[in-house]
């Protein structure tokens, strides 16, 4: 924004190379009361200089550096003078371009890694000389850029981070943008600080432009009908868009058949009362189930019951019609959905999901997706603003594919069936446990092609494994395995193994995300 007194804000441009974590990034440098936007990195370096940016940073990516066809530093950009911040493959670039060298070594870090401070410098002055990063690379930096300090290192990583603060060039191996690296957040202020960004950029009321935007959008005539599915996002997009377009929306809960035990009850119940809004409630079970018949593969699985609901969708497009015509879908799709989904520029595609990837191409409706840049926990905070109660509120996530991609292998009733009662038990004893809010979500899976033997009154058995997949998360681009205490493990497992007669070992997965996604499929 410019005044006559000059801009009131400064702006950070983060330069997207296909990042998981670009908008993670921006988000971090807004929580510094900076105000930030992704570029694609293919934008010329004019077009980002006509932003005015006061500081650039260059996000990580899913390429190596030297690989054909692989995104480049912006041509100029280390010409301009503006300060400049490389993550991961941000850092390997800037080495590149400025005469250091990138190596495939052989050597890959996933996850939690102990950094090493050789120097504080600029970015970690005041910091601890050992602290926890978090790593996501193949490829590393052998050598630095002339000139260019190096400040930290970790046993794999001899340069995992330099800086020459002369030019206003710092890079870093590791990811500062995720929860889990320790300083991470300290490391991008003082990066920030010394590119003299001030701290001067307040969020502007998102609820209140979202209601703006979809009534822009949907015009003084339209009608919508929104995919409601009890959890959060929906809610919240819901909510957002009745503020909008009154009883001009309808909501309609998909029952797929691959819900939990007892929701769809739940739903209609709790969500009517909290909310007044107009629900219907289909069951299409029979059709979901048919589609998937005998299907394995994950992202087959995702795509049909992405392309089922659109088709449930516009059968009640055509029953709610009498009212009207209705042009418009609303979907509680985030941030994260349309990452993984491979909808960033240039960003791989790790899953299809159903609301976004698995949509299918003949979609006869107008999305309204009043949450698409936000992140779960910022949906949250929009829910609280809009008087939503709490249990909605802070509901754990649940995949719109449901226990379809819990279910490793073919999806039946039977296999359904096993996974709820295992899932009804490992949500209870958490529940009863007090861990609802440490846990961002714990699916139960369900290896329905795995078995194995066991021994149980006397006799043997040959069932199958169900995985418990608890997970911490923040926003669910990122996740560690929960730590739950051994005596609630030991419940569930006991319980699962006594009261689910199919189920007879019960596993703990130990995976964080990355390597490993939340879901299995
Ligand atoms: N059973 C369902 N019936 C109707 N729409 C659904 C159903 N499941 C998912 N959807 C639609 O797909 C969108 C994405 O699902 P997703 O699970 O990401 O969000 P959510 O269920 O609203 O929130 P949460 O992530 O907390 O579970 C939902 O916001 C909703 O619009
Ligand atoms: O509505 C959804 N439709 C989907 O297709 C889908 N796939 C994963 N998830 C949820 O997204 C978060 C991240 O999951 P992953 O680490 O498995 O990608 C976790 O919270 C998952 O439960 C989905 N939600
Ligand atoms: N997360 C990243 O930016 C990874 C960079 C590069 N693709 C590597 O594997 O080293
Ligand atoms: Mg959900």
Redesign the pocket.
Known sequence: MVSEFGPSFDTVLVVDFGAQYAQLIARRVRECHVYSEIVPSTMPVEEMMAKNPKAIILSGGPSSVYAEGAPAVPHGLFETGVPTFGICYGFQAMARELGGTVARTGVAEYGGTPLEVVREGVLFAGLPGRQSVWMSHGDSVAAAPEGFEVTASTPETPVAAFEHPARGLYGVQFHPEVLHSEHGQTVLKHFLDAAGCRPSWTMLNIVEDAVEAVRAQIGPEGRAI????????????AAIVQRAIGDRLTC?????GL?RKGEAEQ?ERDFVAATGVKLRV?DAAERFLKALDGVTDPEEKRKIIGRE?IR??EDEQRAVIADGPVDFL?????YP?VVESGGGTGTANIKS???VGGLPDDLQFQLVEPLRTLF?DEVRRAGEELGLPAAMVW??????P?LGIRIVGAVTRERLEILREADAIAREELTRAGLDRDIWQCPVVLLADVRSVGVQGDGRTYGHPVVLRPVSSEDAMTADWSRVPYDVLARISTRITNEVREVNRVVLDVTSKPPGTIEWE
């Open positions: 929104c995919g409601l599915s009890g959890g959060v996002d929906s809610a919240v997009a309609v809960f998909v029952d797929h819900l739903v289909v609901f449930v969708f609303v979907q509680g799709t985030l959905d999901h159903h609301n779960k509901r754990q996530p649940f995949p719109g449901g």
